[in-house]
């Protein structure tokens, strides 16, 4: 009996099929051949199946199927409409970019004037463009480094070498994936002075524990968490007052100044205006751009942190420093058009997709994400579907994200881009087509 194994192609015969050899030319010859091989691994284990029906596995048809498969760039990452209700999704990459930072990361992809004066062909400082539009933005002075963890660790080197800082132990917060703050400064080899309780701390607390070896008081705002009932803390106005320190403030989400939505997220401007010295925010989450450390503060101190041997190590690359200038002086980008975004828009939107695809309209309440305004409902809408399409909404080009609650599959519009709905409705209709109802 012959082995149907025996008669698929070879990797090289596949291809030289002409979908493949276009293919090539777009994606590369390593990464269109480790589809081909696996398409084939594929075939041969459906063939070796004794209860397999007979298949078309020809060079052409194999071919025709990895072509059809392969995505436009050479790269695993898929994408992806986020319809989770969570505006700013840590799984899914946090801020999507605006369209005008996307544009400045392909103008940058080339050979750039990143650290060079074109007037007088000398070197020029690093992405000072950007610099300035963050300055300009916070109202201070400005570095950028390559995250969050990054700008504490440069503090800790700069402000607090060989000695200790004191932050509250109701501060001492564990973010996504075990990430822990206490860990990161221990790393550091700074000494941690505990003050307070986990529900309240005393401006004595502070006082108390501040000595000649003190760097700098750190002020962490609780991500993903809220402390409610017999809690309190200590301002940063008090402690910029009392402490005879610097006032460092890790405000987590990135919100430049107070947003009406998020009337208890901090924000950089108004820390400064209250005396912290040094402020740390993220680029990715409430800011809208990509993923940075921004350190925002006295002009002296900042540049004394880029100074530091250590900011060599944290520097952005000139794509980081392209996509945050530009989101920083173009239209307002994704996350806050979705924050904008009022129920009775997303109800109209949801209305339009149901009806295009048989599902049902429901409110939702959305959530910020990314650390930002825990415990802060965003009224919203979705449309619902079974549960069972969650699984297929999630193996389309692009892949649909919902949420999967009570049987259901909401797919929240509050993060999706009205642009997209076209895509959107197009997935639904195969997933429902292939699935039923």
Do not use: W
Request: net charge neutral; glycine share 10%; aromatic share 2%.
């Amino acid at each position: 009996m012959n082995d149907p194994r025996r008669s698929l192609p070879s990797v090289d015969r596949v291809l030289a099929e002409p979908p493949l050899v276009r293919a090539i030319e777009a994606l590369g010859r390593n990464f269109v051949t480790n589809r081909v091989r696996a398409a084939l691994e594929e075939s041969r284990a459906r063939a070796a199946a004794p209860s397999s029906a007979l298949h078309d596995a020809s060079a052409a048809s194999l071919a025709a199927a990895v072509a059809d498969a392969l995505p436009s760039a050479p790269t695993s990452l898929r994408e992806v409409i986020n319809a989770t209700g969570i505006v700013v999704h840590t799984n899914l990459g946090r801020a999507p970019l605006s369209e005008a930072a996307q544009a400045a990361l392909v103008q940058a992809a080339g050979a750039t004037d990143v650290e060079l004066d074109l007037a007088t062909g000398r070197r020029s400082p690093r992405g000072q463009a950007a610099i300035d539009a963050l300055a300009a933005a916070a109202g201070a002075g400005a570095h950028v480094v390559n995250n969050g963890a990054a700008a504490i660790v440069l503090a800790c080197h700069v402000l607090a070498p060989a000695g200790n800082i004191v932050l509250s132990r109701g501060e001492m917060v564990e973010i996504g994936d075990g990430f822990r703050i206490p860990e990161l400064i221990a790393a550091t080899g700074v000494e941690i002075r505990e003050v307070g309780t986990t529900n309240r701390t005393h401006l004595r607390d502070y006082t108390n524990a501040i000595d000649a070896r003190t760097g700098f008081v750190l002020k962490v705002h609780p991500s993903n968490f809220l402390v409610e009932g017999f809690a309190g803390g200590v301002g940063i106005d008090a402690l910029a007052r009392e402490a005879g320190v610097p006032i460092v403030a890790d405000i987590g989400s990135g919100l430049l100044r107070p947003h009406p939505l998020l009337p208890d997220e901090p924000d950089a401007r108004t820390a400064l205006r209250e005396g912290a010295s040094l402020v740390i925010a993220s680029g990715d989450k409430l800011l809208g751009g990509p993923q940075a450390g921004l350190l925002l503060g006295e002009p002296e101190l900042i540049h004394r942190l880029r100074r530091h041997p250590l900011a060599r190590a944290l520097r952005v690359d000139k794509l980081t420093l392209a996509a945050l200038e530009a989101t920083l002086l173009g239209p307002p980008p994704p996350v806050v058009a979705a924050l904008a975004r009022t129920r009775e828009e997303l109800r109209g939107r949801a209305r339009r997709i149901a009806e295009a695809t048989g599902g049902r309209v429901v409110d939702t309440e959305a959530a910020v994400g990314g650390g930002g305004g825990p415990g802060v409902s965003l009224p919203s809408a979705a449309v619902a579907l079974p549960e069972k399409h969650a699984a297929a909404l999630r193996a389309q080009r692009p892949a649909v994200m919902g949420r999967v609650r009570d049987g259901q599959v909401l797919l929240d519009l509050i993060a999706v881009d009205p642009r997209e709905d076209a895509a959107l409705i197009s997935a639904l209709h195969l997933v429902l087509a292939e699935g039923g109802a």
